[in-house]
């Protein structure tokens, strides 16, 4: 006989229900308080500066619940990224591969990466960045004005002015 304090339990505690759990609510953003059609963020690099409009992913909505956000630029071959004081983990939209003009989040390094084109890992014909990095917005314009950029200045994300 088996004792009972041996047996094999299934159910909740098997490991295919534990991955299928959904994470708790608690600390997600649920309401935004602007319409998620509507988000737009600015931001500027010294004196140059360019609109980002927002997916609606919740790496999104956290950056935008913390905003304003400030830092200093660094540069990768032809992308810039700068560090910002949020923890966010994966989610289904990070990829390795980027496209030019969308804005990711770095996940490993807590940082926002922006290219507008090859990085110094690339291949031919693609944007590789350097890890997988959440997408969470679209540079509404054009990122290649940032072309040329020394590392160092100073930048700010902030909430773009509402259109009367």
């Known amino acids: 006989a088996i004792p009972a304090s041996s047996k094999v339990v299934y159910g909740s ?6 991955l299928r759990k ?3 609510v608690q600390g997600r953003v649920t309401r935004p308080d602007v319409p998620v059609a509507d988000r737009v963020v600015w931001l500027q690099v010294g004196a140059a500066g360019l609109a980002i409009k927002l997916h609606a992913t919740e790496t999104a909505d956290r950056i935008w619940h913390a905003l304003p956000l400030h830092s200093i630029v660094e540069t990768w071959g032809e992308s810039l990224h700068f ?11 990070a990829r390795i591969n ?3 003009g969308e804005v990711y989040y770095w996940i490993d390094d807590e940082r926002i990466v922006l290219p507008w084109g090859p990085t110094p890992i690339s291949r031919d014909h693609e944007i590789r960045l350097m890890r997988p990095c959440n997408v969470w917005g679209e540079v509404i ?11 160092g200045p100073k930048c700010a994300l902030t ?5 009367s």
Do not use: C, H, Q, Y
């Open 141 to 151: 314009g054009n990122a290649r004005m940032f072309e040329g950029l020394v590392p």
């Open 83 to 93: 560090e910002i004081p949020l923890r966010i983990g994966r989610d289904r939209t």
């Open 98 to 100: 980027g496209r030019a």
């Open 159 to 163: 909430r773009a002015a509402k259109k």
């Open 13 to 18: 505690a098997m490991p295919t229900n534990f």
């Open 22 to 24: 959904r994470p708790s």
